[in-house]
C-alpha cells in the first residue's frame, strides 16, 4: 500500500492551473483558504508558494483525507520547506462526529530548509480529517513547502515519491479535465450531444462544468469547422464512470453527422469539461 496518505504531497499535479488568489482548490487535493488577508497560491520551483499580504489564522491551504482510516490512530506529518518560511504552522484538523472542530497536532512554526515532523493520535471519532499549512503567529504568511506526508505511526521516513503517472490517477479520481478530441453527434443544427468517458472513475457523481464557454470547435472532417463564440452545457448525466452531455451555441451543424470536438486555442490544453467529485 501507499503509505502517504496525502495525494500530491509534493504538489507535482497542477490541473486547474498555478496561480490562485481565493477560496479554490489549487494544486491538486489542496484547497485555499482566503481569510481577512489577501493569500496567494502559486506553483514554485520546489512546490508551492503560499503568501498572505497580513495576518489571518484562516489563511491557509488544507488537504482533504477521504474516509476516516486514521480515526484513533497514532500518526507523523512531515512538511519540508523551502528557504522561504515566515509565520507558517502544519496542523492536523479533525472534525468530530458530533460536529466539533479540533486541532490534533499542531506546530507554532515551521522550520526554513528542514523536514519539520510532528506526532499525535487523531481522535477516535473523526469523522473529517484534514492537513492544513496555516498562518500562525502575528505576521503575514510567507511559505515555500516541498512536500507534505502522513503516515500511520510514530516515525517519519523518507517521502515517498510515486511516478507523475500514478499521482494524476489518484487526483483524477477527484478531479478530471476532458474532452478534447471525443467524439459528438449534431442533433440539431445548434446543439451537439457528447459521450465522455472518465480516464479514471470518480469517487462519487462528479458536477459537470466548462472550462471556456468560447473558441470551441466541432470538427466535421471534410466538411467543415464549425466554431461557437459563445456556448454552454443545456443538460448532462453523469456517473463515476462518465458523463453524458447535451451543449448549444453553433449554427450551421450538419444534423446527425458525428465529428469530434476541439478547440480553437490551446486554453487548458484543449480540454473543454470539469468533471469535480471533490471531497
Known amino acids: ?62 488537504h482533504r483525507l477521504e474516509g476516516t482510516y486514521t480515526a484513533g490512530k497514532t500518526v507523523t506529518l512531515s512538511v519540508k520547506t523551502g528557504s522561504v518560511c515566515s509565520n507558517a504552522g502544519a496542523m492536523i484538523y479533525t472534525r468530530t462526529t458530533g460536529g466539533s472542530w479540533q486541532y490534533t497536532v499542531i506546530s507554532g512554526g515551521l522550520v526554513a530548509n528542514t523536514v519539520n515532523t510532528f506526532t499525535g493520535t487523531v481522535p477516535a471519532d473523526a469523522g473529517k480529517i484534514n492537513i492544513r499549512l496555516a498562518n500562525v503567529g502575528s505576521g503575514a504568511l510567507d511559505l515555500d513547502v516541498e512536500y507534505a506526508q502522513l503516515e500511520v505511526g510514530s516515525v517519519a521516513t523518507d517521502f515517498e515519491h510515486r511516478s507523475y503517472g500514478e499521482e494524476l490517477a489518484l487526483c483524477q479520481r477527484y478531479y478530471e479535465l476532458g474532452g478534447f478530441g471525443e467524439w459528438a453527434k449534431a442533433e440539431i443544427s445548434s446543439k451537439f450531444v457528447a459521450q465522455v468517458p472518465f480516464k479514471v472513475p470518480k469517487r462519487t457523481t462528479p458536477s459537470v462544468t466548462l472550462t471556456t464557454t468560447s473558441n470551441v470547435r466541432f470538427r466535421e472532417f471534410g466538411i467543415a469547422d464549425r466554431d461557437a463564440s459563445t456556448c454552454s452545457i443545456t443538460s448532462y448525466s453523469a456517473t463515476p464512470n462518465g458523463c453524458y452531455i447535451k451543449m448549444n451555441g453553433w449554427s450551421g451543424l450538419t444534423t446527425g453527422i458525428i465529428a469530434a470536438i476541439n478547440y480553437t486555442t490551446s486554453t487548458n490544453n484543449g480540454q473543454l469539461f470539469a468533471f469535480d467529485a471533490e471531497l
Open 1 to 62: 500500500g501507499r503509505k502517504n496518505l496525502i495525494i500530491n504531497g509534493g504538489f507535482d499535479v497542477w490541473q486547474r492551473g498555478t496561480s490562485f488568489s481565493s477560496n479554490k482548490y489549487t494544486a491538486d487535493r489542496w484547497y485555499q483558504w482566503n481569510g481577512t488577508a489577501n493569500t496567494t497560491v502559486t506553483q514554485s520551483a520546489i512546490g508551492a508558494r503560499i503568501t498572505s499580504t497580513s495576518f489571518s489564522g484562516a489563511n491557509l491551504l488544507e
